[in-house]
């Protein structure tokens, strides 16, 4: 069972991916953390997002992704780096490190193949994103496209950032978010967009147990009765 969820930053898909999977035993991929190890690499190498860098770069760096307690875990180089792909630093870079296409192409094979042989081991995978639905696994069993009103997601990104000590306005963190929305949907590959057959969630008004719910109603729903 591969169950994709796209949408933009602060809609909720990793805390609804994540519980998802929990309930079901399945495990969760997060496609972002893939992204931002990479770029993570990038800056370790002193290099820039481009085209011209990444030819350098990208056939020194390896990332893998290895699973402990249905954990998922970033390595670098062999390093393992889980903990350091959420700073600023590789938060300024990542966006444009993902536009880079050897860097897509890279990463939308090593997500398909962790992807089936995660569901061979673990019976089913929730992957998260911006192309999962539509580029990594345009055959998945079940696709959900998340949204919310901006004014909400930058209140919880911004909570987000209150707990982690980051001191910005409400005002900064919707123009920081607005502005990677235009980005990641503007792009020329892979943009951020809703797959044909995907179900639209607007999370705006639900609790993140409702959101959860959802999707795992869809899941019970297309299995065979007693999978
Ligand atoms: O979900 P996140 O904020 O951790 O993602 C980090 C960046 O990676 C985001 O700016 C868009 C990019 N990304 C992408 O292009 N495709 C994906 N499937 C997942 C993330």
Redesign the pocket.
Same mark, same amino acid.
Do not use: L
């Given at each position: 069972m591969i169950v994709t969820i796209d949408g933009p930053?602060g809609s909720g898909?990793?805390t609804t991916a994540r519980g998802v999977a929990d309930r079901l035993d399945y495990v969760y991929l !997060?496609?972002?953390?893939m992204?931002?190890t990479v770029a993570l690499g990038f800056l370790e190498a002193d290099a820039q997002p481009s085209a011209h860098d990444a030819e350098n770069v990208l056939p020194e760096l390896t990332v893998d992704v290895k699973y402990s307690e249905e954990e998922m875990r970033l390595y670098l180089n062999g390093e393992e780096v889980t903990g350091r792909i959420r700073t600023p630093e590789v938060g300024s870079i990542?966006?444009d490190i993902?536009t880079l296409r050897p860097v897509r192409e890279r990463m939308v094979e090593d997500q398909r193949r962790i992807g089936f042989e995660q569901e061979e081991v673990h019976g089913g995978v929730v992957l !998260?994103?911006?192309?999962?639905g539509t580029v990594?696994f345009p055959d998945a069993d079940i696709k959900i496209f998340m949204e919310a009103d901006l004014e909400e997601r930058a209140r919880r990104r911004k909570k987000e950032y209150d707990e982690d000590g980051k001191d910005l306005s409400l005002s900064e963190v919707k123009e920081e978010l607005a502005q990677?929305d235009r980005?990641?949907r503007n792009r020329d590959i892979?943009p951020l967009r809703r797959a044909e057959d995907a179900t639209l969630l607007d999370t705006t008004y639900k609790t993140i147990d409702d959101q959860i719910a959802f999707v795992v109603d869809r899941v019970k729903e297309y299995r065979p009765s007693g999978t």
């Open positions: 930053a898909k990793s !997060d496609t972002g953390a992204y931002r990542v966006s993902s !998260d994103g911006r192309d999962t990594v990677r980005q990641d892979a």
